[in-house]
């Protein structure tokens, strides 16, 4: 017995469902910009899996279940960084689109600073900053992760941050 896949018209499909979508997860999120993002984030995953549908449902349901798990992973995602947010996590330095060559070459210098820095930092400094960057971890996972206490986690990263302000300049970037 053989299978017949539908092709489907995913640009119709999406026409017809894009104000349903919005609305549907307009009433579950309430920042706009949120909800913007969720919808792009939801005909993304639609678009970069819609090889993956097989009709066994209707389109429009199988895009209103990716919208509703990116709503359930949005919450997720919100809940977690209350819980990991902490003042003072100045790591987060962001490119600015007015840049100039100078701040480019700037930080390339600043960058081998930091990797000659990392060197020399202790093995559980160098292997803690290695799972955080490859894997985006809160703190809580990164205690799991390294098996060891969370306030560790914290203390360790408050030293690693206090090190790369002086040592640095970091504090100079805010």
């Known amino acids: ?3 017949v896949i539908e092709e489907f018209n995913w640009e119709e499909i999406i026409k017809e469902t894009e104000k349903r979508l919005y609305n549907f997860i307009r009433k579950r999120i309430s920042n ?5 993002d969720v919808v792009q984030s939801t005909w993304l995953e639609v678009l970069l899996n819609k090889e993956k549908f097989h009709g066994h449902s209707r389109p429009d349901t199988w895009i209103f279940g990716i ?8 919450y997720k995602d919100k809940r977690l960084k209350s819980l990991t947010d902490c003042e003072g996590d ?3 330095i962001e490119a600015s689109p ?10 390339k210098e600043l960058l081998k600073k ?7 930092l202790p093995k559980e400094y160098q292997k803690m900053l290695k799972v955080i960057i490859e894997n985006d971890f809160s703190y809580f996972d990164l205690s799991t992760a390294l098996k060891i ?11 690693l941050r206090q090190i790369l302000k ?8 805010r």
């Open 1 to 3: 017995m053989t299978t």
């Open 32 to 36: 706009f910009a949120d909800v913007d």
């Open 67 to 74: 919208a509703m798990n990116l709503v359930k992973n949005y």
């Open 90 to 92: 100045d790591l987060d």
């Open 98 to 107: 007015n840049d100039q060559p100078e701040d480019v070459i700037g930080g």
């Open 114 to 120: 930091a990797i000659a820095k990392f060197m020399q």
């Open 149 to 159: 206490p969370i306030g560790t986690v914290r203390s360790r990263l408050s030293r």
């Open 166 to 173: 002086k040592e640095l300049h970091w504090d100079k970037f």
